[in-house]
């Protein structure tokens, strides 16, 4: 699962607002607050989360060192 600080990196990398968020993954932008401040939720919401990130062009790392990166934009297919 992906963690709050992991949630505001990506948002961050994507310069996303809480709003913008919430719509993606549709949630309330008080869950992405409580999630983002590492309240409890639920894995169905931290699902959607990631799949709306990972729509918009993140890709989660885990192992050792929990984060984020964006993915790598192929501009020779245009």
Not at 11 to 17: E, G, P
Not at 44 to 73: H, I, Q
Request: overall charge positive.
């Amino acid at each position: 699962m992906i963690t709050g600080a992991q949630v505001r990196m990506a948002r961050a990398a994507l310069r996303m607002s809480v709003r913008d968020v919430a719509a993606a993954a549709h949630v309330s932008p008080n869950t992405i607050s409580r999630i983002e401040a590492d309240h409890p939720a639920n894995s169905s919401t931290l699902m959607a989360l990631r799949n709306a990130f990972e729509t918009a062009g993140v890709e989660f790392t885990n192992g050792d060192a929990p984060g984020v990166r964006l993915r790598a934009r192929d501009d020779a297919k245009g």
